[in-house]
């Protein structure tokens, strides 16, 4: 059951990055060409404030990528003591041949 509800949360905490990115995105594109008032001008703080949001989780999107990767392969090359394959035989399964 901890394992579905962490589950769960990953999904949900990867659709809400992939919202933010997006919707910020939408948002800088729409306003890209305002008229700026000058100086003082909100659309540009806010402009700049969802360009860093969106290159923080670019940034955090592409390293959790990267050691997903590295646990990936160490979790595949690491060397697991393993059983030695055994064959199910007459012997083994201790039945007498009567014939």
Do not use: W
């Not at 579905?4 to 990867?14: M, P, Q």
């Not at 090359?77 to 083994?92: G, L, N, Q, Y």
């Amino acid at each position: 059951m901890k394992k579905l509800s962490s589950r769960i949360a990953a999904i949900f905490l990867c659709l809400l990055s992939v919202a933010v990115i997006l919707t910020a995105s939408g948002y800088i594109a729409d306003h890209a060409g305002h008229d700026c008032s000058g100086e003082d001008c909100a659309v540009c703080h806010v402009i700049s404030d969802l360009s860093r949001t969106v290159s923080a989780l670019g940034a955090a999107g592409a390293s959790a990528a990267a050691a997903a990767a590295a646990l990936f392969f160490a979790y595949n090359t690491a060397v697991t003591k393993r059983r030695p394959v055994c064959f199910a035989t007459p012997v083994t399964l201790r039945q007498r041949l009567l014939n």
